[in-house]
C-alpha cells in the first residue's frame, strides 16, 4: 500500500511540475500577445479650429493713368484674418518600426467657414490725382475646405502613448471677392458698378505634431496641430467693363494665405 501511495505521490507531483512549467512557459507568449501594436489601418474624425492668416496687398490701380496717379494714404495692404470651427476626417496606416517608433502616412479632408470682409480693401484707400477717393470697394478673402497627404514618424514615450511630427502636401479652397458702386464724386469704380468672385484651389505644404493614445481596445484619441502655408494668390479686378478712354476701375490683389488648424480626433485602427 505505502509502494503505490508514493507512486501516486510522484506522479501527481510529476503531473503538478508539468503543468506549473507549461503554465511558466505561456506567460511570456500571453505577454508579448498583450503588447499593443501600433501597425495598421485608421480611420477618423476629428473637429476643432482653423485660423486664417491672410495677407491681401493692393497695387496696379488704375494703371491706364500711370504711376503717381494714384498715391495710397493708409498703406498697400492689412490682414484679413478669420477663425471658424472646423469639421473633418481622416485615414492612414501605421507601421510600428521598433519598440520605440512609429512611421506612416496619413491623408485628410476638413471643411470651415473662414471669411472675412472688410471696407475699404486693403491699400485702395487714397488719393486719385490729388483728391480723396469717394465710393471706394469692399473685399472679401474666404477659404472652405482643406485637404493634406503628409508622413509621419512617431516615438512612443508609453507603449500606448504616441509624440509625432507630421509634414507634406496640402490644399485650400479660397475665394476672393470685391464689389464697389459709381457714386458721385471722385469715385474708385467710375466706369460701372462690380460684384466679382474668383476661386482657387491652392498647393501648398504643411508641418505640425501631436500626441495620439490608446484608449481601450482598438481606439485612438489624439491632440494635433498644423501650420500650413499656399503662397501668394494674385487677381486682377474689375477689368471688364472697366477700362477705356476717361476711367479705369482695374486693381490687383495679391493675397498670402497662410492657415493655423488644431484639433482632436477619435480614430479606429483595423
Same mark, same amino acid.
Given at each position: 500500500?505505502?509502494?503505490?501511495?508514493?507512486?501516486?505521490?510522484?506522479?501527481?507531483?510529476?503531473?503538478?511540475a508539468?503543468?506549473?512549467?507549461?503554465?511558466?512557459?505561456?506567460?511570456?507568449?500571453?505577454?508579448?500577445?498583450?503588447?499593443?501594436?501600433w501597425?495598421?489601418?485608421?480611420?477618423?474624425?476629428?473637429?476643432?479650429?482653423?485660423?486664417?492668416?491672410?495677407?491681401?496687398?493692393?497695387?496696379?490701380?488704375?494703371?491706364?493713368?500711370?504711376a503717381?496717379?494714384?498715391?495710397?494714404?493708409a498703406?498697400?495692404?492689412?490682414?484679413?484674418?478669420?477663425?471658424?470651427?472646423?469639421?473633418?476626417?481622416?485615414?492612414?496606416?501605421?507601421?510600428?518600426?521598433?519598440?520605440?517608433?512609429?512611421?506612416?502616412?496619413?491623408?485628410?479632408?476638413?471643411?470651415?467657414?473662414?471669411?472675412?470682409?472688410?471696407?475699404?480693401?486693403?491699400?485702395?484707400?487714397?488719393?486719385?490725382?490729388?483728391?480723396?477717393?469717394?465710393?471706394?470697394?469692399?473685399?472679401?478673402a474666404?477659404?472652405?475646405?482643406? %485637404?493634406?497627404?503628409?508622413? &509621419?514618424?512617431? @516615438?512612443?514615450? #508609453?507603449?500606448?502613448?504616441? +509624440?509625432?511630427? /507630421?509634414?507634406?502636401? *496640402?490644399?485650400?479652397?479660397?475665394?476672393?471677392?470685391?464689389?464697389?458702386?459709381?457714386?458721385?464724386?471722385?469715385?474708385?469704380?467710375?466706369?460701372?458698378?462690380?460684384?466679382?468672385?474668383?476661386?482657387?484651389?491652392?498647393?501648398?505644404?504643411?508641418?505640425?505634431?501631436?500626441?495620439?493614445?490608446?484608449?481601450? %481596445?482598438?481606439?485612438?484619441? &489624439?491632440?494635433? @496641430?498644423?501650420? #500650413?502655408?499656399?503662397?501668394? +494668390?494674385?487677381? /486682377?479686378?474689375?477689368? *471688364?467693363?472697366?477700362?477705356?478712354?476717361?476711367?479705369?476701375?482695374?486693381?490687383?490683389?495679391?493675397?498670402?494665405?497662410?492657415?493655423?488648424?488644431?484639433?482632436?480626433?477619435?480614430?479606429?485602427?483595423?
Amino acid at each position: 500500500m505505502a509502494k503505490y501511495l508514493i507512486a501516486g505521490l510522484a506522479g501527481a507531483l510529476a503531473s503538478a511540475a508539468l503543468a506549473g512549467s507549461a503554465l511558466a512557459a505561456d506567460m511570456p507568449v500571453k505577454a508579448r500577445q498583450a503588447a499593443p501594436s501600433w501597425s495598421g489601418f485608421y480611420a477618423g474624425v476629428s473637429i476643432g479650429a482653423r485660423w486664417t492668416d491672410n495677407d491681401w496687398q493692393s497695387s496696379d490701380i488704375a494703371p491706364n493713368f500711370g504711376a503717381g496717379a494714384f498715391v495710397p494714404t493708409a498703406g498697400t495692404g492689412g490682414a484679413m484674418d478669420a477663425v471658424a470651427a472646423r469639421f473633418g476626417g481622416y485615414l492612414g496606416y501605421n507601421v510600428q518600426v521598433s519598440t520605440s517608433w512609429v512611421a506612416g502616412v496619413e491623408a485628410d479632408f476638413g471643411w470651415a467657414n473662414n471669411s472675412k470682409t472688410t471696407n475699404p480693401v486693403p491699400g485702395t484707400a487714397g488719393l486719385f490725382f490729388g483728391a480723396p477717393l469717394v465710393g471706394l470697394p469692399t473685399g472679401t478673402a474666404k477659404e472652405t475646405w482643406d %485637404g493634406s497627404i503628409r508622413g &509621419r514618424l512617431g @516615438y512612443l514615450v #508609453a507603449p500606448t502613448t504616441l +509624440l509625432y511630427g /507630421t509634414g507634406g502636401l *496640402a490644399w485650400q479652397r479660397l475665394e476672393l471677392s470685391a464689389n464697389c458702386t459709381v457714386v458721385p464724386g471722385n469715385s474708385f469704380c467710375f466706369g460701372s458698378s462690380h460684384n466679382e468672385t474668383y476661386a482657387a484651389t491652392r498647393l501648398g505644404w504643411t508641418i505640425g505634431a501631436g500626441v495620439e493614445h490608446m484608449i481601450g %481596445g482598438n481606439w485612438l484619441a &489624439r491632440i494635433d @496641430y498644423r501650420y #500650413a502655408d499656399f503662397g501668394t +494668390l494674385t487677381q /486682377t479686378f474689375f477689368a *471688364a467693363g472697366g477700362t477705356g478712354i476717361g476711367f479705369d476701375d482695374r486693381f490687383t490683389a495679391h493675397v498670402t494665405a497662410r492657415t493655423h488648424t488644431a484639433t482632436v480626433g477619435l480614430a479606429y485602427k483595423f
